[in-house]
Structure formats: C-alpha cells, structure tokens
C-alpha cells in the first residue's frame, strides 16, 4: 500500500512540475548576409531559460545546399562546406523539465 502511494505522489508531483513549467526561448540568431571567406557558425546562446537550464541545443538545416554542421548539439557550432547561397537553420532547445522551443536563422553566403 505504501509503495502505491509514493508511486501515485510521484506521478502527481510529475504532473504538476511540467504544468508549471515556463519553456525556454530559442533563439538562433539574427538573419546575416557573409562571405564564403569567412569562418562560419551559428550561436544560439542568446536563447534563454526562465525557470531552470537548458539542458539540450539541437541544429538542423532547413534549406539550401547540404553542409556540414559540426557539432548540432552545441549552443555554438561551426559549419563545413558552405558555398554561395541562401540557408536556413533551425535550433531547438529543452529544458531540464522538457519545455521544448524552436527558432530559425537565414544565412545568405556570398
């Protein structure tokens, strides 16, 4: 009986933890226009998180010519293989409590 109802506290408790939760806000970047000469990234440490941490980045491409991107699960991360063009990228951030949130950024590589 015991076991039951620490098991039925817990759930609860789970419950209402996420209900309270305030998601993170992704942000990915202010749109930009670079050379092809450049050393290229994208930065999403301007996301933010009101009522815990961030605990996963994930970036994926969106649109373009496929590139590399060095490390999709760094706040910060570099790009491979970028040529002239118009990209899109999208970061998403969860927090520690599983609020999830998403952001583009559109690079136009000249």
């Known amino acids: 009986m015991n076991l ?3 098991t ?3 759930l609860l ?3 209402f ?3 309270d939760n305030i998601p993170p806000t992704a942000n ?3 749109d930009v226009v670079v050379s092809s000469s ?3 990234q994208l930065d999403g440490t301007s996301s933010r998180e009101p009522d815990g941490i961030i605990s996963r980045y994930h970036w994926v ?3 373009g010519n496929p590139v590399e991107i060095v490390n999709p699960g760094a706040a910060i991360t570099a790009l491979n293989n970028i040529q002239k063009g118009s990209y899109s990228f999208r970061l998403t951030v969860m927090d520690d409590k599983g609020g999830v949130s998403s952001d583009e950024v ?3 590589v000249k």
């Open 4 to 6: 039951i109802l620490l």
């Open 8 to 10: 039925a506290s817990l």
């Open 13 to 15: 408790s789970a419950t």
């Open 17 to 19: 933890s996420k209900k």
């Open 28 to 30: 990915a970047g202010e």
């Open 38 to 40: 450049e050393f290229i």
């Open 61 to 63: 491409q969106t649109a």
């Open 106 to 108: 559109r690079m136009e």
